[in-house]
């Protein structure tokens, strides 16, 4: 890995149309164009898809999960290794979680203190504790590009003082992970999480503490958590453009098409979401038409490409047809082709974003998916 320390972590905001940013963030493994969408690799692979299937999606930057790189393989083979984009054979950019969101959906198997969380593994019940010092050094082992500090995610539905008191512990634990992680050490990137729950002023409270800190991005967590839509985007717009200008904004794990598109329309630079993973998995496919059940009987016969406008090699090689064959055969390829096409409209997705923000017409190219996928259309 060779990098420039000079420019490590500049992010430059290039265009903005209303209070959508078209920029770039240096880091040590490339250059992210923004907005961008990064694809969940939680296990160190995006599943059913090799690192040629990512390139020719076009992917930027994918994502790593601290809590399962952890438990397996293990971060001390990760650093033996030589870290997880060379034990992976993925050159590009990795955002790793801390593990904080993923330990904290165990529910009843966590238990909670100023030091940490203790928790125990889904695999075979063994305990485990997380720091925030912790987490830094498995972060460091994993070797990615961007790292993200401990944090509590509130539960949706908590009171104000449960999330206020949340709030300050995720303050101390992020000062905690600066502390164990000095700027830019090993060339990686460290990320601040803003949570507050449903509540402005601790949401407020919480950046403007965070903000105090010197990290080289700011996250919004606890989003996308059970609340409705319209409570999710009221909030995005209210603590979105209150962020550092300077730094990137990362909303994490959010979201549909349209999610993205609200995001990014709040100013938010960078997404996460296994939902184009998953659904590809279960046969709900994201076309420039709307969204495709593939198993439905409709597409038995039908010759025609998924997704006429899709550069994927899916789209350009296969039939519904086929498409949907595979899928009630429950043949493996079905995977490997659904997935290829959904990662591949996020990420044109992400790039018709940045175009439009150059251009000056981002509205219009959110109006336009708000039609191609309104709830009667779907
Ligand atoms: N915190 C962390 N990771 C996350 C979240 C969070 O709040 C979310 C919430 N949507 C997804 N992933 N650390
Ligand atoms: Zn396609």
């Given at each position: ?37 990064m694809p969940v690799g939680t296990q160190g692979s995006v599943k ?13 930057i994918i994502l790593g999960n601290t809590y399962h790189l952890y438990l397996r393989p293990g971060d001390?083979?990760l650093?033996?290794?030589?870290g997880l984009?060379?034990f992976a054979?993925w050159?590009?950019?990795i955002l790793t979680d801390s593990g904080g969101f993923q330990v904290f959906s165990l ?10 969380v203790?928790f125990?593994s889904h695999h075979?019940?063994?305990?485990h504790?997380f720091?925030?010092?912790k987490v830094m050094?498995i972060q460091n082992n994993i070797g990615s590009d961007i790292m993200m500090v401990l944090d509590?995610c ?37 990320f601040?999480i ?25 996250a919004?967590g ?28 990362y909303?994490m794990g ?18 996460d979401c296994v939902?184009?993973t998953r ?100």
């Amino acid at each position: 890995m060779t990098y420039d320390p000079a420019t490590l972590g500049q992010f430059t905001i290039t265009a903005t149309d209303g209070a959508a940013r078209r920029g770039s963030l240096v880091t040590a493994h490339g250059v992210v164009q923004t907005p961008i969408f990064m694809p969940v690799g939680t296990q160190g692979s995006v599943k059913a898809l090799a690192p040629d299937d990512l390139d020719a999606a076009g992917a930027q930057i994918i994502l790593g999960n601290t809590y399962h790189l952890y438990l397996r393989p293990g971060d001390d083979l990760l650093a033996r290794k030589g870290g997880l984009h060379r034990f992976a054979s993925w050159n590009k950019p990795i955002l790793t979680d801390s593990g904080g969101f993923q330990v904290f959906s165990l529910k009843d198997i966590r238990k909670l203190s100023e030091d940490g969380v203790e928790f125990r593994s889904h695999h075979d019940g063994s305990k485990h504790f997380f720091s925030p010092e912790k987490v830094m050094s498995i972060q460091n082992n994993i070797g990615s590009d961007i790292m993200m500090v401990l944090d509590e995610c509130v539960a949706y539905g908590a009171d104000y003082d449960y999330t206020a008191k949340s709030l300050e512990l995720t303050t101390r634990w992020a000062r905690r992970c600066r502390q164990a992680h000095p700027r830019h050490k090993n060339g990686q990137l460290l990320f601040g999480i803003n949570q507050g729950g449903f509540f402005k002023d601790l949401r407020e409270r919480s950046l403007a503490q965070l903000a105090e800190i010197d990290f080289d991005g700011f996250a919004i967590g606890g989003l996308s958590v059970g609340e409705s839509i319209p409570e999710m985007y009221d909030m995005l717009h209210h603590i979105a453009p209150l962020m550092p200008r300077d730094t990137p904004r990362y909303l994490m794990g959010v979201g549909t098409p349209l999610d993205i598109l609200e995001g990014i329309s709040a100013g938010v630079d960078m997404f996460d979401c296994v939902l184009p993973t998953r659904n590809a998995r279960n046969g709900t496919l994201y076309t420039s038409q709307g969204k495709v059940n593939i198993r439905r009987a409709e597409y038995r016969e039908d010759d025609s490409p998924l997704d006429p406008l899709c550069p994927c090699y899916a789209c350009r090689t296969f039939s519904k047809a086929y498409l949907r064959h595979l899928y009630v055969a429950q043949e493996l390829l079905s995977y490997r082709l659904n997935s290829l096409h959904n990662i591949t409209f996020f990420l044109t997705l992400a790039r018709q974003a940045r175009e439009a923000i150059e251009q000056g017409r981002f509205a219009a190219l959110k109006a336009h998916y708000q039609d191609v996928f309104a709830p009667a259309k779907d």
